[in-house]
């Protein structure tokens, strides 16, 4: 069964600056994709980024990036000049065929 | 257009009683999909349809939980006898073919059962 973890339970980060927030993965797949979600007070699952594992290249969407390390099996996210929105709860997601396989989820602080 | 929509928003329920949770999913969407929320957790898959039929069952807990997607549109999560364990937030999610496609979440049902 494929796991995902997030060692992180919190992370906090001052206004502007950059975090990186970490993710493993276990699995015995060659393809697969991988995803961040955000999740604010809401509810409501925002997708960040996603990861094709067949890319070699590191997904980047604005001030996000990730650094995918396909033959240590991690994912982490890299948030640049952080902002006061970017407060939520984020999560590590797999997915092989159809489900997605969440991690425990990082909450990130943002410091005014 | 519309995203996922999820009604209701909150649900309050006594033990033993019956819930049903609705999932609007986007317009186009084959693909349906039900995970379950426990408080400080990741999400925790349920049930996956393509089209009309439940394609992957493997994730709904018990014979207490069902779901349905009629024409291959709305579904709906039902819970029979519920228990106070079933106390979560429902998220329900679509993506346009299945398999690795991207999944656009609701804004889910928080199930509180007394």
């Known amino acids: 069964a494929q796991t995902v973890t997030q060692s992180q339970p919190e992370m906090s980060v001052q206004e502007a600056e950059t975090v990186t927030l970490s993710c493993t993965y276990d699995?015995?797949?060659?393809?697969?994709?991988l995803f961040w979600y955000k999740q604010p007070p809401s509810r409501q699952m925002i997708l960040v980024i996603r990861q094709e594992a067949y890319k070699q290249q590191n997904a980047t969407e604005n001030r996000f990036s990730v650094n995918f390390q396909k033959a240590a099996k991690s994912f982490s996210l890299k948030i640049s000049d952080s902002q006061l929105g970017d407060a939520a709860m984020y999560f590590c997601?797999?997915?092989?065929?159809?489900?997605?396989?969440f991690g425990g989820g990082t909450r990130l602080m943002v410091k005014p | 257009g519309a995203g996922v929509s999820q009604t209701p928003s909150n649900k309050v329920t006594e033990k033993g009683k019956y819930v049903e949770l609705r999932c609007d999913p986007i317009?186009?969407?084959?693909?349906l999909y039900w995970y379950r929320q426990s408080l400080g957790q990741g999400p925790e898959f349920l049930i996956y349809?393509?089209?009309?039929?439940?394609?992957?069952d493997s994730g709904l807990p018990n014979d207490r939980f069902f779901a349905v997607r009629p024409e291959g549109s709305v579904s709906t999560l039902k819970i029979q006898r519920t228990e106070r364990g079933d106390s979560a937030v429902y998220l329900c999610?679509?993506?346009?073919?299945?398999?690795?496609?991207?999944?656009?979440f609701g804004p889910g049902t928080r199930l509180t059962v007394l």
């Open positions: 699995t015995s797949e060659s393809d697969y994709y």
């Open positions: 997601a797999y997915n092989a065929g159809n489900m997605l396989t």
């Open positions: 999610a679509s993506s346009l073919m299945g398999g690795r496609d991207t999944q656009y």
């Open positions: 349809f393509q089209g009309t039929g439940a394609a992957d």
């Open positions: 317009s186009g969407h084959t693909a």
